[in-house]
């Protein structure tokens, strides 16, 4: 069975970069489609974006250019560079398996953007 | 982006009560709805994908259905285990969007 674990820094500071990576389990990323989500009280669950194994990218227009995926696959890992951040990147962000309709998650971890 | 019509936001009920929850979705969407189910500090866990196919391993008193863009998921027999809250969420259309959500209480 596949496991998700994301890791990161637990406080940003404003204006600067959210850097996520998520380690997979159980499972080649050279295999399928991985995805990025989020959920704040505010916005509610909020797809950020997908990576394919081979490389495809596709990105909510809502992050207006601020987002960039990329993957390693000497480390099965998948990671997530959300620049510019506010306040309003506050939330839970959880790595997920699957392009557009998620089937198993990472636990999630909270980010706080915060000076 | 398709926006998704999550009612009601929440809701109360007992054990054994069979509960409904709808969604309706602002276009076409074809069956392509999955439903989740969060528990405090956890992550969603997929229940229903395809509008109506049960997940491995999710028991049968969960079911749901569709009628153009109008989706029901239903609970029938609710169990202590299945106060949560509830999210549809389409897959048709990209970027994929989420209903509001629907917290299943103990009345």
């Known amino acids: 069975q596949v496991q998700l674990q994301e890791s990161g820094p637990g406080l940003v500071k404003p204006s600067e970069t959210l850097s996520l990576t998520c380690t997979v389990s159980g499972d080649s990323i050279s295999s399928f489609y991985w995805s990025w989500i989020r959920q704040s009280p505010e916005k509610g669950l909020e797809w950020i974006g997908y990576i394919s194994y081979t490389g495809t990218m596709n990105y909510n227009p809502s992050l207006m250019g601020r987002v960039t995926m990329s993957l390693d696959t000497s480390k099965n890992q998948f990671s997530l560079n959300l620049a510019s951040v506010t306040t309003a990147d506050t939330a839970v962000y959880y790595c997920?398996?699957?392009?557009?309709?998620?089937?198993?998650w990472g636990q999630g971890t909270l980010v706080t953007v915060s000076s | 982006d398709v926006h998704m019509t999550q009612s009601p936001s929440s809701l109360s009920a007992s054990v054994g009560d069979r509960i409904t929850i709808t969604c309706q979705a602002s276009q076409d969407i074809r069956s392509s709805l999955n439903w989740f189910q969060q528990k405090p500090g956890k992550a969603p866990k997929l229940l229903i994908y395809g509008a109506s196919n049960l997940e491995t391993g999710v028991p049968s008193r969960f079911s749901g259905r569709f009628s153009g863009t109008d989706f029901t998921f239903t609970i029938s027999g609710l169990q202590p285990e299945d106060f949560a809250t509830y999210y549809c969420q389409q897959y048709d259309n990209l970027p994929p969007t989420f209903g509001g959500g629907t917290k299943v209480e103990i009345k």
């Open positions: 997920t398996r699957g392009k557009a309709s998620p089937y198993d």
